[in-house]
């Protein structure tokens, strides 16, 4: 028999599929996953992925990407899958042609016309008996690859797809069900929004019967047994979303404490600090990770609590915070000496004396950090520092990712000859890094590359125009916000008629960023019906919840509050 997982990036669909497998060779069973413990069978099919994540490969094109996507699992399925059917009760697939063809379609707009003789071709007559559609909301799966990267300590650059933005996950997962919805005989979607283990014992109970009575009998009463989530009762007040929110925190906590962290990033007030105050005792440096930049007291307490044990960590929760704040500049200086790298970091755009001083006595063992931190300096004095690493790197720039990258995140910002040099030379081996460099550089030479990656990397584009309102930064944002929501993350308390006009437009598809991007504009008429509206039609969307829990807190209001206020 032969069962494929599928589901957008973080539905736990590997992690699910590992652990039925585990159940069901636990029972005598002979089976074989061909993508145990988050590893392919096949070498190759693992270096074909790579290349396809890499984001350095921004060029890719999207038919280019499809033909990757489908010879991966050619690979996969001539070098481990075919032979594995001859040899084992079950073989089990984290993925198969349907990711290339979800991808293609509901991901790029690819023509169904164009790809499924190429699927036909990829098959030869192969099909699994059962497919099983991990589901789970976008923002939940977001959370969770957030939390998961944070207890790995996963430092790898973001993946290729995500220079799309999030909204691809929410085109694939509508692409995934409509799918599983045409094939009611083969697909079951199972939801992961609650207990993984009572996930793994339905899939678990699901395979074994699809193997007694085959898949159609197994899935109907699969389906009978499927209780409809109830539908959640609209919201009409800031203090009952607040609530509710709250509600969703402590439940979520029980089984998730890392997910729970990672929603309340950004907050802090007596209600909110009661629940990270527990958290810290449990996931500690997922309650850091969510403190940068702020200033209240158990922010401060929590610092000071953890410091020993988690320096780096520590050291991170301080950008943000400006020059002139002493207990942060003093922490910067206690934690030198044990985490310098992470206390560059937060020294980043800053121009006082003690960051230069930290900056000139790690310069001999940290000078990537140190010229990482310069972003946005446009001094003499950083460019005598920047000058200084770029002769040593030499030619290295438009050769080695590293350096590159190094580079543009330095001139971050800047918009003088000197920065455009840097970033032309290192747009070779970095042209994530270059175009991310835009940001807050409005000049015609800016629009230009970015016109020339807007289709390639809208996420990376939107994010460099927060705040802007020159006309072509609104010609952008028209094209790209029906598909991208970071176009919507760009209108940050803007007031202009086109901010109010692309948010009206976009309230049904971005519920939680339209309420987001308010800011202090919230407290107004305007602002007030529209975060009325989306309670009302979107009480269950925790996002939402999360921004109107920050409105009640009135951390809206403040003009750094810190934090990663996105969910």
Known sequence: MFVVFEGIDGSGKTTVSNLVAEKLAAGGLRVKHLRADGKFASSVTEAIRDLGRDAKNIELVPEAEFLLYVAREVQLIEEALRPALASHDLVIADRFLFTAQILGSAGRKLSREWMQPILEQAARGLAPDLVVLVDVDPVLARARRKASKIAARDKRAPSRKGLAGVGLQHRMRQGYLELAAGSPERWAVVDNEDALEATVERVTSLVREARQSGSPTA????????????????????????????????????????????????????EIDARRRALAERVPEAILAGLSGLDDPLSWELREQLLEKFPAAVARTLAGLPAEHVRARELRLALESRAAADVLASCEGLDDAASWGIRDRQYASHSEQVVSSLATLAGERAWLLRDQWLKRVGNGLARDYEEAKTACKSVTGLDDERAWAVRETARVAAPVAALASLAGVLSPRSFSWREESLHRAPKVVMASLRRATEPRAWVMRQAVALDCKEAIDSLDSLDDAEAWQLRERCADLWPSTVAKTLGPLADGPRGKALVERQLE??????????????????????????GELDA
């Open 219 to 270: 899935l109907r009463g699969f389906r009978a047994e499927r209780a409809a989530r109830p539908a959640p009762a609209p919201l009409r007040t800031q203090r009952a979303a607040f609530d509710a929110f709250l509600r969703w925190i402590d439940q979520r906590s029980e089984r998730e404490p890392r997910v729970s962290a990672y929603l309340l990033s950004g907050l802090f007030g007596a």
């Open 537 to 562: 039609k979107y009480p269950g969307n925790v996002s939402l919840l999360k921004h109107v829990a920050a409105m009640y807190l009135g951390i809206h209001r403040l003009k750094n509050p810190g």
